[in-house]
């Protein structure tokens, strides 16, 4: 068996005024050491294009209906992994007493190559199991429909936004993604994919991105990409 190496990732999470929140650490696998048919197989998720999150704040707009979002707490780690994967002991955790003895992981780790597809497919099992509906064009859009009333949830990784014409629509949400996944933030959508979103009672959107964070963020869509 291949065994996969691990290291640590160091990183400042900032809001969308640029300042620093949070300091996260982050216990990564060494994918680049996976084997294919050893310790992967499938690894294809797909991700939101701009376009479509355009396209949701546009018709939240004209509808009139606020959106949210919810950010979902190591969501990488809620992955259940099918092929069998051992990883090595991480740096400062050694058991000297056996230094020959590694990790076999039930849930995915981030590094992993498989680990985005892994995510995906537990999300979307638990939403189409909740009576949503996958997009036909766009299949990182949920949509469920209860009467006359529409709620939309779309993905992009381990970020969702959300809007209802239905407020309790919302909530339910909410409460099964709570039941469901530990949630890390909640609230009214502001920041997202470097836009910074306001949305106006009279049905007016405003949006601004900065030159700063469009070459961040673009950088970091070609490397999702």
């Not at 809620?78 to 990790?103: A, M, W």
């Not at 209860?146 to 629509?169: A, E, H, P």
Request: with cysteine; net charge positive.
């Amino acid at each position: 068996m291949n065994v996969i190496g691990t290291k640590w990732v160091f990183r400042n999470k900032s809001n969308d005024s640029s300042i620093i929140t949070r300091n996260k650490t982050r216990l990564v696998a060494k994918g680049y050491n996976q084997a294919k048919g050893i310790d992967y197989d499938e690894t294809f998720a797909p991700v939101a294009r701009l376009e479509a999150v355009r396209l949701l704040l546009a018709f939240a707009c004209m509808s009139g209906f606020k959106l949210f979002k919810m950010d979902v707490k190591s969501a990488f780690l809620n992955g259940v992994v099918n092929e069998e994967i051992y990883v090595s002991q991480s740096l400062g955790f050694e058991d000297h007493k056996h230094p020959e003895y590694v990790y076999k992981l039930k849930k995915a780790l981030y590094g992993l190559k498989q680990a985005p597809h892994q995510w995906y497919e537990r999300l979307s099992l638990f939403l189409l199991s909740h009576e949503y509906e996958r997009g036909k064009v766009d299949k990182t859009l949920f949509i469920k429909k209860v009467r006359t009333d529409i709620i939309l949830v779309q993905i992009y990784v381990d970020d969702i936004v959300f809007g209802s014409s239905n407020v309790k629509l919302c909530e339910d949400f909410v409460k099964a993604m709570q039941g469901e996944f530990e949630m890390s933030m909640m609230g009214q959508l502001s920041f997202f994919l470097g836009l910074q979103v306001k949305l106006f009672k009279e049905g007016s959107l405003y949006a601004n991105q900065s030159i700063a964070k469009t070459s961040l963020r673009s950088s970091r869509w070609n490397h999702v990409k």
